[in-house]
T-cell receptor, first 116, second 118 residues
Framework: DAGVIQSPRHEVTEMGQEVTLRCKPI?????LFWYRQTMMRGLELLIY????????DSGMPEDRFSAKMPNASFSTLKIQPSEPRDSAVYFC??????????????FGSGTRLTVV | AQKVTQAQTEISVVEKEDVTLDCVYE???????LFWYKQPPSGELVFLIR??????QNEISGRYSWNFQKSTSSFNFTITASQVVDSAVYFC???????????????FGKGTKLSVKP
């Protein structure tokens, strides 16, 4: 089991550029979550999917952020255009998706985004 | 509304001391799940434990133990005989049952930074 795989690990981009973060969840996990971690706000949910369908995107900051899950094994989080205040660590997590399971949410290693 | 409060921002102990990290939660649901995660300096989030709201049994795993008390809405975490490798930020989190039997969003506390000095 390779775990949740995120790419890239680090991204440095200039303000105004488009940034795409990628996530491959654990095979068989039905739910996928995107979180952002900053010193000021801690860990906050951006969006989550269940069976590839977005369930709650209320945490997406504004229209510059968009997320897709075209299939069960891949998701992207896109920021266009990026701004310095988007600098953060972005985590993807997946879980089995049913309350009857006793699994936790498995997190990827995160993408550290720096917008200059 | 759901909320998780970790009142201790930072704790510093000397190796071999016992330390308890506090977690208080708020939820209106009768079915919910509580978690602890560890974030070492390397940055990854490591799952430690999941408890559901119907199981108030305390749990012990090696030097780690968890005390779940619904009466006080607390889910505290104790490390016995702490070690330098325990130095990390520890997050308590809450999720409620989502739609269609799914697990919902994880709500995190702000975290407690634990420093264990040799």
């Amino acid at each position: 089991d390779a775990g949740v795989i995120q790419s890239p690990r680090h991204e440095v981009t200039e303000m105004g550029q488009e940034v795409t973060l990628r996530c491959k969840p654990i095979s068989g996990h039905n739910s996928l979550f995107w979180y952002r971690q900053t010193m000021m706000r801690g860990l906050e949910l951006l969006i989550y999917f269940n069976n590839n369908v977005p369930i709650d995107d209320s945490g997406m900051p504004e229209d510059r952020f968009s997320a897709k899950m075209p299939n069960a094994s891949f998701s992207t989080l896109k920021i266009q255009p990026s701004e310095p205040r988007d600098s953060a660590v972005y985590f993807c997590a997946s879980n089995h998706g049913t309350v009857k399971s006793n699994y936790g949410y498995t997190f990827g290693s995160g993408t550290r985004l720096t917008v200059v | 509304a759901q909320k998780v409060t970790q009142a201790q921002t930072e704790i510093s102990v000397v190796e071999k001391e016992d330390v308890t990290l506090d977690c208080v939660y708020e939820t209106r649901d009768t079915t919910y799940y509580l978690f602890w995660y560890k974030q070492p300096p390397s940055g990854e989030l490591v799952f430690l434990i999941r408890r559901n709201s119907f199981d108030e049994q305390n749990e012990i795993s090696g030097r780690y133990s968890w005390n779940f008390q619904k009466s006080t809405s607390s889910f505290n975490f104790t490390i016995t005989a702490s070690q330098v490798v325990d130095s990390a930020v520890y997050f308590c989190a809450l999720s409620e049952a989502g739609s269609g039997g799914s697990q919902g969003n994880l709500i995190f506390g702000k975290g407690t930074k634990l420093s264990v000095k040799p």
